[in-house]
């Protein structure tokens, strides 16, 4: 039954032993087998392991080499930039600095060198910030110094386009003006400043800090300061000479300088991109022109100097000229410079006035004669062609006026001339050039000239003859006036018909003062001499020694007046002919104050006759018209009062005078209380003389004296009635007088 059963277990079983001992064997195979494999992997184990080992550090060593590649340019970009550095080579610095922080720095910032770095570069920048900085500002002070050098290089280039000569002015012409006033000049570090901070973005704020600190070196620059020297009120001559050459150059460098600023600046706006514009140079020269002011500051020492007036305006028609090259506006500063004119002609004018007082004091006032034609014309000078030509037909010539009118004529010419230096490149057409000449000129006839001959005309000193030779001159300036017209226009360069308007020298139509001051003097003076001539008077009232002819002292002024009014043949006529009235009115004056003089108590008919010879004598130079175109009539109507009352004394026409006294032609110019007083001279003192030659010796010396008596009683009661009262008195009176004929 187990066979039966388990048969199939059994032969499994006896499979399994006989595979046990073939396990057995293969097991021991199987191990030698491991055992020879184990012996054999080794190598090739050792072998894998040392691939793996060398593929590791392969890959390492590639990855060193890629970084060690990354960093080389790094390591030496940095050290590029420290040599940089070291150079002052900061602009390239700056931009191995952008190139590191912007490209190499930042694949390889895993290292930690690469951090360090990377912290370094804001301080390396600041660095690079700070010694830029510090060289613009050295920058900008030595441009500060080197403004007037580079202005006055400047300056000398643009006067080579003006051509005027400006060594007394400027000084002595430097070598450098053959180059650019730029051409030794640096503008890297403001270049190289730029750059740096337009490369770190800081462009606006470099530009900023840039316009302060021109701002700061414009006030500066801008602002003039005279040179202050020790108060002394011993300087000498020499010394103040001294001052005001230190102050010209003074002078000279401010302007130097501010030409020097602006080519700078205008250099800076063609040579860089923003940092100055024409907008700020405009600002700039807005700030100048109001630091500059007013051009009086310049004028302390130049107030009565036109020659330094003229120098500083050269000076600042050049400064114009040059800045205008540099497209800067100067018509403000040329409307300066034409006040500035102004001034320069009140300087001239003060300088002309003593000329003309020199000229006046020089003067003899005698009548000139001319040997030639060659001498009057270097005499009489642009005047020569207004001389009537008629006169020049033979030589000798004489000349009515005196060697003060060819003498202010050459005054004149030199005036416009110095008048027209200054007015010429002031930027004006030739029709304002003209117009200022012409102004400057007319003050110059009506404030400065019309001044010294009224001066001169008062003056006390001058005889009659002067004063009439300088009204003759007067004449002849004014007559000659049309060739300082045409002188102008020659200098100017307009043409006569473009100055026959508003400008033309009217001051020469303004001796009208200077005239009537002359005939006032005229009048005065001959007014005097003929008192000095009556001073001489000496009437006898009680002489019995009868003459006929005038008194001396009569005959003395006549003749001199006949001599005076000879030198009027070239005075105005009505000058003459006024002063010849004028001397009649006055003689004929103290000839009848002298006789109705109150001191004279008695008198005799021989010096009644004297008088009358004298007055005689004044009638005869009358109607000998002493003066061409003078009335007779005019010079005998002042006399006539004194001629009616001689008259109606020696007449003894009483009863005729007092019958007509009211309605009477004579009765107009004998006035009864004159008659009366005069009559009352020939009544005999304390009655024991009488006066009367002939009474005494053919009437009653005492009906005589009754009856002149009633005579002056009745002249009395007329003047202070005026009319008849009616009775009986005038009519028996005067039949009492008809039949004694009480005359003289």
């Known amino acids: 039954m187990c066979s039966y059963h388990y048969q199939g277990f059994i032969d499994c079983v006896k499979e399994l032993l006989k595979v046990q001992s073939m396990v057995k064997t293969l097991q021991e195979e199987i191990t030698e087998i491991d055992i020879h494999i184990q012996d054999s992997s080794l190598e090739l184990v050792q072998s894998h392991e040392s691939l793996i080992s060398h593929r590791l550090e392969l890959k390492n060593m590639a990855l060193t080499i890629q970084a060690i590649k990354l960093c080389i340019p790094v390591l030496d970009l940095y050290n590029k930039l420290k040599k940089e550095m070291s150079n002052k080579n900061y602009y390239s610095a700056i931009k191995i600095l952008g190139h590191l922080e912007h490209t190499h720095l930042p694949p390889i910032m895993s290292f930690s060198f690469a951090s360090i770095m990377n912290q370094q570069i804001p301080k390396t920048r600041q660095t690079i910030k700070d010694v830029s900085r510090c060289d613009m500002k050295e920058f900008l002070k030595s441009i500060r110094d080197m403004s007037p050098d580079i202005g006055m290089n ?167 000229q040059t800045l205008s090259g540099y497209e800067l506006n100067v018509s403000k500063l040329y409307k300066q410079l034409i006040d500035l004119y102004q001034k320069y002609c009140d300087s001239l004018q003060k300088v002309w006035k003593g000329k003309f007082r020199h000229v006046f004091d020089q003067d003899n006032y005698s009548p000139l004669t001319v040997e030639s034609d060659i001498e009057l014309q270097n005499l009489m000078g642009c005047a020569y062609n207004a001389i009537d030509k008629s006169i020049l037909s033979s030589f000798p010539v004489y000349l ?56 001169l005309i008062k003056k006390e000193r001058l005889v009659l003859s002067q004063i009439v030779q300088i009204s003759i001159n007067t004449t002849f300036l004014q007559k000659y006036s049309s060739c300082m017209e045409t002188f102008v226009s020659s200098k100017t360069g307009c043409t006569v018909s473009d100055t026959t308007r508003a400008r033309d020298l009217y001051g020469l139509k303004m001796f009208v003062k200077v005239k009537e001051e002359a005939k006032t003097r005229i009048h005065a003076k001959l007014m005097e001499k003929i008192d000095e001539f009556f001073e001489l008077s000496r009437y006898n009232w009680m002489t019995t020694e009868a003459r006929e002819y005038p008194s001396d002292y009569m005959n003395d002024l006549l003749n001199y007046l006949k001599n005076t009014f000879k030198t009027f043949t070239q005075l105005e006529q009505n000058v003459a002919i006024g002063s010849c009235e004028a001397a009649g009115n006055h003689i004929s004056k103290k000839l009848y104050d002298i006789f109705i003089d109150p001191s004279i108590t008695q008198m005799t008919r021989v010096a009644l006759d004297i008088l009358d010879q004298d007055v005689i004598a004044y ?117 009492k007088l008809s039949r004694t004929n009480l005359n003289f």
């Open 154 to 320: 400047a300056m000398w280039q643009a006067q080579g386009a003006l051509n005027i000569p400006m060594e007394h002015v400027l000084g002595r012409r430097p070598a450098s003006t053959e180059d650019g006033p730029l051409d030794f000049i640096n503008f890297a570090p403001i270049y190289y400043c730029l750059h740096i901070y337009s490369v770190i973005g800081e462009k606006a704020d470099f530009s900023k800090e840039y316009h302060a600190d021109r701002k700061a070196q414009a006030d500066l620059t801008f602002k003039y300061e005279p040179r202050t020297y020790p108060a002394s009120t011993q300087m000498s001559q020499e010394e103040r000479e001294e001052q005001e050459k230190e102050e010209a150059k003074n002078v000279v460098r401010f302007f130097s300088g501010v030409v020097g600023f602006f080519v700078i600046e205008n250099t800076l706006l063609h040579t860089t991109q923003g940092l100055v514009t024409h907008a700020t140079i405009d600002e700039l020269w807005t700030h100048f022109l109001h630091s500059l002011g007013s051009l009086d500051q310049f004028l302390l020492y130049k107030q009565d100097k036109p020659h330094q007036l003229l120098d500083l305006k050269l000076l600042l028609v050049l400064f114009c």
């Open 400 to 455: 009515p006026f005196s060697y003060l009118v060819p003498e202010i004529f050459r005054l004149m010419e030199e005036y416009i001339g110095s008048s027209l230096q200054f007015a010429t490149h002031l930027d004006l057409s030739q029709t304002e050039v003209d117009d200022l000449v012409r102004k400057s000129t007319n003050e110059l006839l009506t404030n400065t000239l019309n001044e010294c001959l009224l001066e």
């Open 619 to 735: 009638e005869g130079f009358a109607l000998d018209s002493p003066v061409a175109g003078v009335s007779e009539i005019k010079l005998l109507i002042p006399i006539q009062s004194l001629r009616n009352l001689i008259n109606l004394i020696k007449q003894g026409e009483y009863d005729k005078y007092i019958a007509e006294y009211q309605p009477g032609q004579r009765a107009k110019t004998v006035n009864p209380e004159v008659l009366a007083s005069i009559l009352e001279r020939f009544l005999p003192k304390d009655r024991q003389r009488f006066s009367f030659k002939a009474f005494t010796q053919n009437k009653n010396e005492k009906e005589m004296t009754q009856l002149l008596e009633a005579v002056i009683k009745k002249l009395r009661s007329l003047e202070h009635a005026g009319n008849n009262d009616g009775s009986s008195t005038p009519t028996l009176l005067a039949r």
